[in-house]
């Protein structure tokens, strides 16, 4: 599997309650694309509750909860595909686990590529930049290389949720993520 880009609405959360949760507070519409033409188009609704990268205070200064808009959407998509959809009784999961983990990791390894290429422009447009821009420029570099994953965190994201996010794949939504069966919709493309 691979993607060649990711695309969403405008990602506005509101925290609720202390426990790290947010909901969302405008449908978020996603549409990854996949080569050929294929991917996928998913809607979470106004509403649907998250807690974003489900990260062990622990290993949180390693792995970020949440980041810019593209990593947090990457969560948040996660979250979604790790929840029940359709009816409250007999829901059913859109995808199968594996699906969403390596979905997950994809998004992210994309995430970083955007990144670095954002840091190769600044840098390039460095060489003929003026004292002031190059100065502009180089805060800019060094807010982005903040950003920035890397392989050895992403690979962490993605063997943290292979090996620990079977129950929260298999369990039962507890609230207030109970809501969230009805504020998902997914389409092949």
Not at 27 to 38: E, F, M
Not at 62 to 87: M, N, W
Not at 103 to 111: G, H, I, T, V, Y
């Amino acid at each position: 599997m691979k993607i060649t880009d990711f695309i969403f609405s405008k990602l506005v959360l509101i925290p609720i309650g202390n426990k790290g949760h947010f909901k969302l507070a405008d449908d978020l519409h996603i549409t990854v694309n996949a080569p050929g033409g294929k991917g996928w188009r998913i809607i979470l609704e106004k509403g649907f509750v998250t807690d974003l990268g489900s990260v062990p205070n622990v290993i949180s200064g390693f792995i970020p909860k949440y980041g810019d808009q593209d990593l947090t959407v990457a969560y948040v998509l996660h979250d979604a595909l790790y929840t029940r959809a359709g009816l409250a009784y007999g829901a059913a999961h859109l995808v199968k686990r594996a699906f969403a983990d390596k979905l997950l990791k994809l998004m992210l390894a994309f995430c970083d590529e955007c990144t670095q290429y954002q840091i190769n422009i600044l840098k390039e447009a460095n060489k003929t930049a003026s004292k002031e821009d190059k100065k502009h420029n180089d805060e800019r570099i060094k807010l982005l290389k903040g950003e920035l994953l890397g392989g050895a965190k992403i690979y962490a994201i993605y063997k943290a949720v292979d090996w620990f996010g079977k129950s929260a794949y298999e369990g039962i939504d507890k609230p207030p993520c109970d809501q969230n069966y009805n504020k998902i919709s997914m389409e092949v493309l």
